[in-house]
């Protein structure tokens, strides 16, 4: 499949997009918690998606266009529509993401 | 074969001992564990604990744990409860019961949905609780 290479506006210049991927685009809410939450002092953060987006590639988006809590992303996991998902699994527009940060219940 | 999650603001309640209804004759050994707050947090004294839950998720997670513990083993019933909000210094905020017919899987079963719990379960606590 045909590729554009950095081009870097939503997810920053290590992405390499599926041409039909670039198009059309969407932003998305992602809650946050717990140490995310505290950090960023707010329960929820705005990314800008391209259609198509994965898991993997709006953790990159969070961490480029939140870089306050990266650390906390990459040590975290997404949730999507109250599940773990792998890192393939493509998010849509209206789907409910969460970052689920190193827990501590119990 | 039951679950049953409960999420709970403050602290949770004493466990009322009792084994009968559907499984009365069957259980042959109830694991109860509490989680209570210690003073101790790292190298302070603490008045409380808070805790925090992506609650939905929280509660879906905590009963997936609880059905795969009973597929895995062979459990009668596993009944869990968690706080959110504000929970005081030797106060509960996390019980598991068990029932089995006989005491080793229960036990096994404490053990290991415990450290999933750490891993799995959208639940925060911070120091406070405020």
């Not at chain 2, 947090?41 to 744990?65: K, V």
Request: net charge negative; aromatic share 6%.
């Amino acid at each position: 499949m045909a590729e554009i290479a950095g081009r870097d506006y939503y997810h920053g210049t290590r992405i390499r997009y599926d041409v039909g991927m670039c198009e059309p685009a969407f932003e998305i809410d992602i809650l946050l918690f717990g140490p995310a939450a505290m950090t960023a002092g707010c329960s929820s953060v705005r990314v800008a998606c391209g259609v198509g987006s994965t898991c993997d590639l709006v953790r990159e988006a969070l961490c480029v266009q939140h870089g306050e809590i990266a650390s906390i992303v990459k040590a975290g996991r997404l949730a999507v529509n109250g599940g773990y998902v792998e890192g393939g699994t493509v998010i849509s527009a209206g789907d409910e993401v969460a970052l689920v940060s190193l827990v501590s219940g119990g | 074969m039951s679950v049953s999650v409960t999420i709970v603001e403050g602290p949770l309640g004493p466990h009322s001992v009792g084994v009968g209804g559907a499984y009365a004759g069957a259980v042959g050994a109830e694991v109860v564990f509490d989680g209570i707050v210690r003073r101790r947090e790292g190298e302070a004294d603490i008045e409380a604990l808070g805790y925090e839950a992506y609650r939905p998720m929280a509660e879906n997670e905590l009963a997936r744990l609880a059905q795969l513990m009973i597929d895995t083993h062979g459990l009668i019933a596993v009944d869990v409860w968690h706080s959110v909000g504000r929970v005081p210094v030797d106060a509960v905020s996390f019980r598991l019961v068990i029932r089995s017919a006989h005491r080793n899987e229960a036990l096994v079963a404490m053990g290991e949905f415990i450290d999933a719990l750490k891993v799995d379960v959208p639940l925060w606590k911070k120091v406070g609780g405020d």
